[in-house]
């Protein structure tokens, strides 16, 4: 009996459906919840709550969950959330069949990444993504609106940050002040600046006293035995003591005019509102030996440039041993006959500590740093044998990541191919002149898929090769550890200091003026001999800290 258009039909329904016979029931799927770091809570759902939600949903529907992640980064820029990259590797590894997240814009708030997702999709790697305040079907259409979903997961990002900018120069452009109050002042409700009360007249009569001659040094003074107070964030006072440096800031500061400096902005307080100055333009000029309006205008340019100098060496690094907070770093310059020199120093602003205001020199990080290396504390054979583990561990993590890179490649390379081939099939089966230009341009894609599939696998054939990391001689690896103090010392830039720092060294703890200790990065954690404990802040505490006073 000869077959049928009908029986051809069902024969190929039947194949399809073997190729299909997999459900979203048999899949694996992994919850990834992210929390952006400058989302409110009342912004955006918190971890624990997209956790517990999507694995109510996955109960629901009889999802099999195989793994969570979680992520507190933001997600409006590409390539810095690591677990958010791991998943992805995952995925094309064949770890994870599926995504469930609480909605899109947990996974995406930028192009990038959004295109990434709805290409592995289109492959087949991401076989399903479900969303528990979102319906997604993975259809033309249904990938057309994840797309929209992402295009406006990116616009509220976009305009978050232009609202906030916008938002910024609009209060500014009102007179209001957007970052902690200045010494004298405190803020209102509307953000405008008010006398505050002994403080206002404390800070006048140190503009008063340096236009009586006084010194920095005796200004100081008067102000600490009149018992200058600061206000805390939660509105109770505390004694503040006051040194010269903060006094010679608060003397060049021209909002103490009227004149409010902010970025590229200059507001004139007493034009906006019922500002009350301290000193007069006049007075201003004499106490900073001002001639001239240019003068003045470069005190001003020259000041807001010193406001917006950022102190980058060790930022975060450097602990306050007395609240185990991380202290601000900044810059403080210095005029001398030799030219202008910058200070690096480091802060306690913690308003509840008893530390607070205090600093310390960068000088006195460094000159521990420099004294810790000298010691040579990884120049021992142990040291040399925990370097060569340490280096085969990192070598075959990066020989497995690698291999299975080029795994995944390669099967699209091979998907690719097929759909070449498949296209090139119907091409010639073509009839029509119509149809066959659409087949063309879909040629053109699919080769140009394969020729990028074929640059990946030399891209992960590379990463293979570079995996093989070699391993320093005994002598060599002594050498470089016995120098790395007068490596360090004979740096200049301090990106470069930075960053060799960093590398050796997680964080510094301060008492006084001292370093009292210190917690090495890994591996170096390791490859020092001389440690004794594990206390701190998560790592090694170091023999004999080295304090250096000023």
Avoid at 3 to 15: G, M, R, S, V, Y
Avoid at 44 to 53: G, K, N, P, W
Avoid at 428 to 454: C, G, H, P, R, Y
Avoid at 498 to 516: A, C, M
Wanted: aromatic share 8%; charged share 30%.
């Amino acid at each position: 009996m000869s077959l049928t258009p009908n029986d051809l039909l069902e024969a190929l329904k039947t194949i399809n459906q073997s190729k299909t016979a997999s459900t979203p029931k048999e899949y694996r799927y992994v919850v990834y919840a992210r929390k952006s770091t400058d989302d409110s809570d009342k912004q955006v759902r918190s971890l624990a709550d997209q956790i517990i939600e999507c694995e109510e949903f996955a109960k629901q529907h009889g999802l099999k969950v195989v793994d969570k992640i979680q992520e507190s980064e933001s997600a409006k820029e590409p390539d810095i959330r690591p677990k958010f990259r791991e998943m992805v590797e995952r995925l094309k590894a064949g770890k994870y069949d599926g995504v469930i997240a609480w909605h899109p814009d947990r996974l995406a708030r930028n192009m990038k990444d959004a295109g990434e997702l709805i290409d592995l999709v289109d492959k087949r790697i991401i076989k399903d993504l479900k969303f528990v305040s979102f319906t997604f079907e993975n259809t033309t259409s249904g990938k057309m609106l994840l797309g929209i979903t992402f295009v406006l997961s990116k616009q509220y990002s976009d305009n978050l940050s232009d609202n906030v900018s916008r938002g910024n120069k609009r209060s500014i452009e009102e007179g209001k002040y957007i970052n902690r109050s200045k010494h004298g002042y405190f803020k209102d409700s509307e953000q405008f600046l008010r006398p505050d009360g002994d403080n206002f007249l404390l800070i006048k009569k140190a503009f008063t006293l340096r236009l009586e001659g006084k010194t920095l040094d005796e200004i100081a003074v008067n102000l600490n035995e009149r018992g200058y107070m600061r206000v805390r964030k939660d509105g109770s006072r505390r004694v503040y003591e006051m040194d010269k440096q903060t006094v010679a800031k608060i003397l060049k500061d021209p909002i103490y005019t009227g004149v409010l400096l902010y970025g590229k902005n200059q507001v004139n307080l007493m034009e906006r509102y019922d500002f009350q100055s301290m000193v007069t333009v006049d007075e201003f000029m004499r106490i900073n030996e001002i001639a001239n309006n240019k003068q003045y205008l470069n005190l001003f340019k020259s000041y807001r440039k010193a406001e917006s100098v950022k102190a980058d060496l060790m930022r975060g690094m450097v602990i306050c041993g007395d609240c185990d907070e991380p202290m601000s770093a900044g810059i403080t310059s210095k005029k001398s006959k030799a030219g202008v020199t910058n200070y690096f120093y480091y802060r306690c602003e913690n308003d509840e500590c008893e530390r607070y205001g205090k600093s310390v020199r960068a000088k006195v990080v460094m000159d521990y740093i420099y004294k810790y290396l000298e010691g040579k504390p990884f120049s021992s054979e142990m040291s040399y044998k925990h370097y060569v583990e340490e280096m085969k561990r990192v070598s075959a993590l990066k020989q497995s990541e690698a291999r299975s890179y080029l795994a995944s490649v390669q099967t699209s390379k091979t998907a690719s191919e097929m759909r070449l081939g498949r296209i090139k099939d119907l091409l010639l089966s073509a009839n029509e002149e119509s149809i066959k230009q659409t087949f063309m341009a879909d040629l053109k894609l699919a080769e140009a898929d394969v020729k990028a599939a074929e640059k990946n696998i030399e891209k992960a054939k590379a990463l293979l090769e570079s995996g093989k990391e070699p391993i320093c001689a005994y002598s060599e690896f002594l050498e470089l550890m016995e120098n790395m103090a007068t490596i360090l010392r004979s740096m200049k830039n301090m990106s470069d200091i930075d960053f060799i720092v960093k590398k050796i060294f997680l964080n510094f703890t301060i008492q006084g003026k001292n370093v009292v200790g210190a917690t090495l990065n890994h591996p170096f954690n390791l490859l020092d001999t001389s440690k004794v404990s594990n206390s701190g802040h998560g790592g090694t505490r170091t023999l004999n800290p080295y304090g250096t006073r000023f």
